[in-house]
């Protein structure tokens, strides 16, 4: 694995062959096609995470409505050092659902929640959301919320992040990271977590060169511990974020390692180092 630039990407999906895309999603995604139809194979996934200097990645379960936690778990038993989990869970599902991320967080090494507007079309305020909300607070455990007009041919409006506002007012105590680019709204994403401080924004599905100018400003001026990087792969391949992240016109490089690196690696990963560390001590003693 190349020392010279590490990453950590905040969104892995899932590869397996023969995947049917959205035409409208592949024609916005160089070589997304081949990639779904050729699939990735666990140690193909490592493979080009080690080529691109990828040193961690949060893999996620339940996206696309796919029951595939056993994927993720079994990726985090072989690969403990390398791998954490994230589960889309439906908030239409009400206490199952709830259920469901407790016992995900305690037994399946899941790390972070995630929602969907696209999948519920309810805004990011509606109740139905409010009893996961209160369980990632309870858990300690950040939720992430999918911003901006979709690329699926589905309805965008549920994704604006002003609904954000309120459930930040609401859970104080919630990290909400707001993932996809949040595009054409990345005006309102700046305001809101200059807002809240419990507030993140994932670049997610978003080339790194095509990241609105609003958050570089932003990760330039004040916000650089609260913008992190991740590909949501296979929409996005390692190399090519590499690349173009290595492009972005950053103010110096504490700012591009924040983002390409460290932020993910305090919110997804220091919990994990410490209950490590904690149990090595414990072995000692």
């Not at 194979?41 to 040193?55: K, S, Y």
């Not at 994932?202 to 590909?231: C, E, F, T």
Request: hydrophobic share 35%; aromatic share 10%; proline share 7%.
């Amino acid at each position: 694995m190349s020392s010279e630039f590490m990453m950590i990407d905040g969104w892995v999906n899932e590869n397996p062959p023969g995947q049917v895309t959205d035409s409208a999603v592949t024609a916005l995604f160089k070589g997304l096609k081949e990639r779904r139809e050729r699939g990735t194979t666990l140690p193909q996934l490592i493979d080009e995470m080690d080529t691109a200097g990828v040193e961690r990645a949060v893999l996620c379960a339940g996206y696309g409505g796919r029951d595939n936690l056993s994927w993720m778990t079994d990726a985090i038993a072989r690969y403990p050092d390398r791998f954490t989990g994230s589960l889309v869970i439906d908030p239409r599902d009400g206490m199952a659902a709830v259920r469901q991320l407790e016992e995900a967080v305690n037994n399946c090494g899941v790390r972070m929640a995630r929602v969907l507007a696209l999948q519920t079309q309810l805004p990011y305020d509606h109740a139905a959301y409010y009893p996961i909300y209160a369980k990632c607070a309870e858990l300690g455990i950040p939720i992430g919320v999918n911003v901006g007009i979709p690329g699926p041919r589905v309805p965008g409006r549920h994704q604006h992040p002003m609904g954000l506002d309120e459930v930040c007012y609401f859970f104080p105590e919630l990290t909400v990271v707001m993932s996809h680019g949040g595009d054409p709204w990345a005006d309102i994403c700046v305001k809101l977590m200059s807002k809240w401080p419990n507030l993140y924004y994932m670049s997610s599905a978003y080339s790194p060169k095509h990241l609105p100018p609003q958050i570089i400003d932003y990760v330039n001026r004040w916000g650089s511990d609260r913008v992190m990087w991740a590909s949501d792969y296979p929409i996005l391949d390692f190399e090519r974020c590499r690349k173009e992240i290595l492009e972005l016109d950053f103010r110096d490089e504490e700012r591009r390692h924040k983002f390409a690196y460290d932020n993910a690696r305090k919110m997804f990963f220091d919990g994990d180092e410490r209950a490590a560390s904690h149990a090595r001590e414990d072995d000692q003693k």
